[in-house]
Every structure is written in structure tokens, then in C-alpha cells.
């Protein structure tokens, strides 16, 4: 296994975070991946790092303080107040956040209590929020397994986390002789088709499906596709890994139709399944779940503009991670497995000039903007997507759930 830590360690810290003259790093990991971060800070350190934060998370404790404590005690636990993180964002500190997969969360918590430490979480450190989304610090999200994410994932294996190791480094390429000049490949193919889509310059695209998804998506006039590859501080990165997707923001009045779930949804450690959502002028106006409906609303309503898109992706249903036929129970997982879209935040950088621009700026330009980014997937076998042109040209891009173009 340690050969294999090694080569992921190389790949996070040459490849995705591409790091050249930082010094200073945050690496946010579960506690229970300690093995791994003991190789992964001797190479930080052999690149050059000089500070690192280690920023240790556990659920267990989690949900032992969420059960015990009020919200203005919680507001003070490292779990949820990321305020250091400014301090290493005025040092443009790289950020590594290694994720476990979603578990069930303790019924002995109100929802109402999640969801607020949640929200808090996301805006205990502005200033890292905004030089992360104007690409003006190094970041990285990947994943190490958890026990029970493992259990989750295989409950009859008594090897479980060492199976799911093993996927990690499949989807990630680590079973290659060379996972960085593998990368190195499947991004210049990646570059190629968000060139072409972008030089398509499509109006609008339209999704339908056997699941009943008929969906309209205008996209911004001056909107960027991109991929997994992205422009971080002038250094090329990748910020989510695997990614198998290429992606843009649409604009944000200009969602309407209906769309259904193609996979489960995990929000808050509890499930969302089988479910849709109806748009009118890009908003949520109704929805429905199999499992989890009241999550559902609670999620679409629980901050301003979160019932607005933020993201529009493309993957293939025959990417190298859909082939694995296999749940994570984890977004950076299973969004890479599946079409999907994304509630709330847009991108900055899928609209020109974008990185320049304020919050007031991308509302014009009509990029929805939420302190809520949360994936879902909508890709499935049949799925079929058209791309109209603004000279109302219909060009097939998805067909039995691939790409044609």
C-alpha cells in the first residue's frame, strides 16, 4: 500500500495542487487517514512546504457535539469555524481537502441543527471562499476512505476499506506506471471539447430522457465551458480528483422544464432519493422525492438563491468511473459517473472576465450566486442532449447518454 500512497501523494501535490513556490498549506483530512498523511506531509515538505495545518475531521465527534451542544458552542469547534483558513488565504497557503464518502447521520440530531452549523461552515472564512472562487489560491478536493464509508459501500467484505483504497486509486490512476503523464492525456482530450464547445457557443441546450426530464438550460451570452484542467494563480490544476467532467454555468433565469434524479443524493449525512425538481424562469417552483422530501426542500430553500442552478456538466455514461457500475455515496464520485447540474453557486470562471468581477457583477451577467454549491446527477443511458445555437441550429451533443460531437 505505501507504494501506492506515495504515487497518490505525488500526483495531489505535483499534479493537482501544482505546487512551485508556496510554503504554507492547509490539508483537511478524516483523522482516521493518518497513515496517508504521514506520507502525504513528508512530500509536501520534500516540495518545499514549510507550514502545514492539519485540520483532522471525524464524524463520530461530529455528531457527539451536535447531540450535546448549543449552536453558539458549536459556532466555536474547529468542525465547523474554518476562520484560520483566512489567516493561510492571506499567506496563499495551497488547500487540500481529502473527503470520506457520506454516512448516515445520528437521528438524535434536528435537522435544523445541521443544516445551521452547515451554513456556518460555509461562511466562517469569507476571504478563503472569495480567493477560492476567483481562483487566486491552489486548492484540491480529493478522497481517503473511512471505515464506514467502506461498510457502506461493501457491507459482506471484511476487506472493505482496503477494497475501496483500491477504486480510489483506480479512478485516480494510480494503478498506472505514470498517473501524472496519464493525466497529462486525459486533460488534452478534455481541452479539445470544451474548445469545441465553445466554439459552438450554444444558446441553449435541452435535456430529455425515459425518466420524464424535459429541461430547457439557456447559457450566459459570454459563458466559458471548462475542465477538470483549470488556470489557478497562472499554474495549471486540478482542482477536483478524478474529474471526468467539462462544464460551464447557465443563466440563472433561464432554467425551465422538469428534471429527475438518475442517483441518490446524500445531504447532510441523510439520503435524497428518486426525486425532481421543476424550474420556471430558473427557480424551483416544485418538487418531489421518493426518500427525503422534506431534506430536499429544506436543501433547494435553505439559503438565498439556492434554488437556482449554479453548474451544468457533462460526463459521459461509459466515463471509466460509471463503467465501474458502482455507488460512492460520494459527489466527487458519482458526479463524475453522470450528467449533472448543481444548485446554487456559479462560477466565476465560466464567464468572461469573470474572475473580475463582484458578486452584484455576476448577477447581471446573470451567474447565480449562493453560498450553496450541491451536485446532483441526472445522466442516464437514454439521456439526450441538444445544443440550439443562437442562429437556432439544433446540433445533437449527448445521445443514449454519450457524446456525439
Not at 269 to 297: H, P, Q, S, W
Not at 399 to 404: K, L, P, S
Amino acid at each position: 500500500m505505501n507504494e501506492q500512497y506515495e504515487k497518490y501523494a505525488e500526483l495531489l501535490l505535483k499534479k493537482c495542487l501544482n505546487i512551485q513556490n508556496e510554503t504554507s498549506m492547509i490539508i483537511n483530512a478524516p483523522i482516521e487517514s493518518i497513515d496517508f498523511i504521514r506520507v502525504l506531509a513528508r512530500k509536501a515538505y520534500e516540495v518545499g512546504i514549510k507550514d502545514i495545518y492539519f485540520d483532522y475531521e471525524d464524524e463520530d465527534l461530529k455528531n457527539i457535539q451536535l447531540e450535546h451542544l448549543e449552536l453558539d458552542d458549536l459556532y466555536k469547534s474547529s468542525f465547523w469555524n474554518k476562520s484560520i483558513y483566512d489567516q493561510y488565504a492571506k499567506k496563499n497557503a495551497v488547500i487540500l481537502k481529502l473527503i470520506a464518502g457520506e454516512v448516515d447521520g445520528s437521528d438524535k440530531i434536528a435537522p435544523e441543527k445541521i443544516e445551521k452549523t452547515g451554513l456556518f461552515y460555509r461562511t466562517s472564512a469569507p476571504l478563503y471562499r472569495e480567493k477560492q472562487s476567483k481562483d487566486k489560491i491552489s486548492w484540491c478536493i480529493a478522497s481517503v476512505p473511512t471505515q464506514k464509508w467502506a461498510d457502506k459501500m461493501f457491507p459482506d467484505d471484511k476487506n472493505s476499506k482496503e477494497k475501496l483504497w483500491n477504486l480510489i486509486f483506480c479512478c485516480c490512476l494510480i494503478d498506472q506506471e505514470n498517473p501524472i503523464e496519464e493525466w497529462n492525456r486525459k486533460l488534452e482530450l478534455k481541452r479539445k471539447r470544451t474548445q469545441l464547445l465553445n466554439e459552438y457557443h450554444f444558446q441553449m441546450l435541452e435535456y430529455k430522457n425515459s425518466l420524464g426530464t424535459n429541461l430547457k438550460i439557456e447559457l450566459p451570452e459570454n459563458h466559458i465551458w471548462k475542465s477538470a484542467s483549470e488556470k489557478i494563480n497562472g499554474k495549471d490544476e486540478i482542482v477536483n480528483m478524478p474529474s471526468e467532467e467539462v462544464f460551464t454555468s447557465p443563466k440563472r433565469t433561464g432554467v425551465n422544464g422538469i428534471v429527475y434524479s438518475s442517483k441518490p443524493l446524500i445531504y447532510n449525512g441523510m439520503l435524497i432519493d428518486k426525486f425532481y425538481l421543476e424550474f420556471k424562469d430558473g427557480k424551483v417552483i416544485n418538487l418531489g422525492a421518493e426518500t427525503g422530501e422534506e431534506i430536499l426542500r429544506k436543501l433547494v430553500f435553505s439559503a438565498e438563491n439556492s434554488c437556482y442552478l449554479g453548474e451544468v456538466a457533462f460526463v459521459e455514461y461509459n466515463s471509466p468511473i460509471s463503467l465501474l457500475n458502482v455507488v460512492f455515496y460520494n459527489t466527487l464520485f458519482d458526479e463524475n459517473a453522470s450528467c449533472h447540474l448543481a444548485l446554487g453557486d456559479g462560477f466565476q470562471g465560466c464567464i468572461e472576465n469573470g474572475e473580475t468581477m463582484t458578486k452584484e457583477e455576476l448577477l447581471k451577467e446573470e451567474i447565480n450566486q449562493s453560498v450553496m454549491h450541491t451536485d446532483f446527477m441526472v445522466g442516464t443511458k437514454d439521456l439526450e442532449i441538444t445544443g440550439i445555437t443562437h442562429d437556432q441550429q439544433k446540433i445533437k451533443v449527448f445521445e443514449n447518454g454519450n457524446f456525439v460531437l
